[in-house]
């Protein structure tokens, strides 16, 4: 069964404070990482997707990386904003289509991140 | 192009009633989650549809939660009775079958409170 973990649960920075997320995983047979987005009262944003085959995207402040090998992932946001406060997600698919299931997420239980002025 | 809706956004029911949440997928998008998010845990994947067919529901509790999708769009999800453990966020995703990327697009939640 795959299992998620996300270190640490809470975190509070200054603004403009370069931070790293991580995120590790069972089961290193996966098809995709995600990272999310999750404002209050709102659902679910999608950040980064990396590919199995992948070792890092980036977009923008946003730079994830995973090591399928240690069954992990971080991401990273430099010169962080409050505007950043949220809690942060990472997910793992497994295909399993050609076994008759489907493209299934396992989550984490998140990082809560609270920059401050 | 419009988001997955989803309604209603919140409601509040007393246990062993029953309550209804229904969702809206994507235009096109043929693949349907909906998924429970207990709070200050990772949402979990309750069911998932192919058009109108059930790919994975092995994390449903079948006994009080049930799920359809008719006609292969838009979708409902009951309990029927409620538990206390069930207050969540109920999420609601879809996507483009056949997409190399299998990309989920998620809805903004029924927020469910039983007392």
């Known amino acids: 069964k795959q299992e998620v973990t996300q270190i640490p649960a809470a975190l509070s920075v200054p603004e403009g404070e370069n931070l790293v997320l991580n995120c590790s995983f069972t089961?290193?047979?996966?098809?995709?990482l995600q990272w999310f987005r999750q404002d209050p009262g709102k659902g679910l944003t999608s950040l980064l997707l990396?590919?199995?085959?992948?070792r890092e995207q980036t977009s923008g402040r946003l730079n994830a990386s995973l090591d399928k090998s240690s069954g992990r992932s971080t991401l990273y946001i430099a010169a962080s904003q409050p505007g950043d406060s949220a809690t942060y997600l990472c997910a793992v698919m497994l295909l399993l289509i050609l076994t008759g299931g489907g493209n299934k997420l396992t989550f984490g239980t998140g990082t809560q991140l609270k920059v401050e002025l | 192009e419009a988001g997955v809706a989803q309604s209603p956004r919140y409601k509040i029911i007393e246990k062993r009633q029953s309550v209804a949440f229904w969702c809206n997928p994507i235009?096109?998008?043929?693949?349907l989650y909906w998924y429970q998010q207990i709070l200050g845990q990772g949402p979990k994947l309750l069911i998932q549809f192919q058009n109108n067919g059930v790919v994975d529901d092995s994390q449903l509790p079948k006994d009080r939660f049930s799920a359809e999708r008719l006609k292969g769009v838009d979708s409902t999800l009951k309990i029927q009775p409620a538990k206390l453990e069930d207050s969540a966020v109920y999420l609601c995703a879809s996507s483009l079958a056949g997409s190399k990327l299998y990309e989920q697009d998620f809805g903004p939640g029924t927020r469910l409170t039983v007392t």
């Open positions: 990396i590919q199995s085959s992948q």
């Open positions: 089961d290193s047979a996966i098809y995709n």
């Open positions: 235009s096109g998008h043929a693949t």
